[in-house]
């Protein structure tokens, strides 16, 4: 054969076949946008900060950061690597801070990798929860006629649900236990006055006697220290019952009065309320100043009794248990300390008693005995 006839036999197969290579080019990377889907309706209760996690995923595997925007987005808070949303300060039910100020909070979680974002609007509920109704820090300084009703105010005031109540107690017999005895009483003076200098006493309560040429005094004394350290400091004065309820009668006529309730309210009226309480508050007119009348439920317990009104197995004298007296003196019975305490936690917190739902431990209605007394308390020297 003619070798030259293979030449251009041989350049038409090269040619054709291009070398062995492809002409289709390489595909091109798409980058798709996280992907978040979850709630978006959240419901969280006051005063507490965490709302929920949110996880979004990515198909290409990037890394997600997480932001937040909204109306509502400035008093929240989220983990741009974890997700965690929550509040920056724990919510208020009563004080909402969300744009509508109705306790509905609105943002938009955001989801991005770097190149692509999306989004979910969401909005969080806040929950009212019941904190209870306050309360307040007291100190309670009296005798034996003011101790019984002090001592069971903690009790009666954490049952209607003043959670924050706090009190101090600081008690002598007889006139001991008067703010000028207490205040005369080295022991009692220092003890006081260390109380009074920590701060934080908003109600001061005392026991009054009878001083007519010097009505003030002792309470100007304790008044003007408190003061110092509690400027916004209220006083109230319990005002306890006549003893020795035996000579009721007599004392009562001698004093030119029918009954022993009559010379009560002259007492009540004429000397605690008209020349100690209106002296007081000449004095310091910037301070708050009310009286409880205590001494009422001695009266009307012992009028119930004297009725036959009682339903419970109460003797006029006895024990502390079964008595409205346990002495001579008049010292107070179970029945009338817990009927005055009730009167303290209606005169100083408001307590509405006939829905309060205190446990007496006796069958006669001893709330609606306080409340009457209450309702019937001079309104100018209610708190």
């Known amino acids: 054969m003619n070798k030259n006839y293979l030449i251009p036999f041989l350049l038409i197969f090269l040619t054709g076949c291009g070398g062995g290579g492809s002409s289709s080019e390489a595909p091109v990377a798409i980058n798709t946008a996280p992907q978040m889907i979850g709630l978006i309706d959240f419901a969280i209760d006051e005063n507490t900060s965490e709302i929920a996690t949110f996880q979004a995923t990515d198909t290409e595997g990037d890394t997600i950061t997480y932001s937040i925007s909204g109306v509502d987005s400035g008093l929240l808070s989220i983990g741009s690597a974890s997700g965690e949303l929550s509040f920056i300060s724990p919510p208020d039910y009563e004080n909402p801070q969300d744009n ?28 009212d929860v019941f904190e209870g109704l306050g309360g307040s820090n007291m100190l309670l300084m009296g005798n034996s006629f003011f101790r019984p009703y002090a001592q069971r105010l903690s009790e009666l005031a954490i049952d209607a649900d003043f959670l924050e109540h706090k009190d101090t107690g600081v008690f002598r017999g007889g006139d001991n236990g008067t703010p000028i005895g207490l205040w005369n009483n080295e022991d009692t003076n220092i ?5 009074l200098d ?8 005392m026991t009054p006697d009878y001083n007519l040429d010097n009505p003030t005094e002792g309470f100007t004394e304790w008044i003007n220290y408190a003061l110092q350290n509690n400027p916004n400091i209220t006083i109230f004065v319990s005002i306890p019952p006549i003893d020795f309820p035996k000579d009721w009668q007599q ?25 100690l309480i209106d002296a007081l508050r000449t004095e310091f007119p910037s301070t708050t100043f009310f ?17 036959e009104m009682l339903l419970d197995d109460i003797s006029l004298f006895g024990s502390f248990e079964s008595a409205i007296f346990t002495d ?37 209605d001893l709330h609606t005995v306080a409340e009457e007394i209450m309702d019937a308390h001079d309104p100018n020297y209610k708190q």
Do not use: C
């Open 191 to 195: 003890q006081i006055k260390e109380i």
């Open 328 to 364: 001579d003196k008049g010292h107070q019975g179970e029945i009338v300390a817990i009927t005055g305490a009730l009167i303290w936690v209606n005169s100083i917190y408001g307590a509405h008693l006939r829905t309060n739902n205190f446990d007496t431990g006796f069958n006669t």
């Open 291 to 307: 009286t409880i009348p205590t001494g009422q439920a001695t009266f009307k317990l012992k009028q119930m009794h004297d009725d």
């Open 100 to 127: 509508d100020i109705d306790n509905i909070y609105q943002a938009t979680i955001i989801a991005s990798d770097g190149k692509l974002s999306s989004s979910l609007g969401i909005i969080i509920s806040v929950n």
């Open 198 to 205: 920590r701060g934080g006493i908003e109600i001061l309560g």
């Open 251 to 275: 004392r009562a006529e001698d004093a030119g009065f029918d009954t022993i309730k009559e010379l009560y309210e002259a007492y009540q009226d004429g000397y605690v309320h008209n020349t």
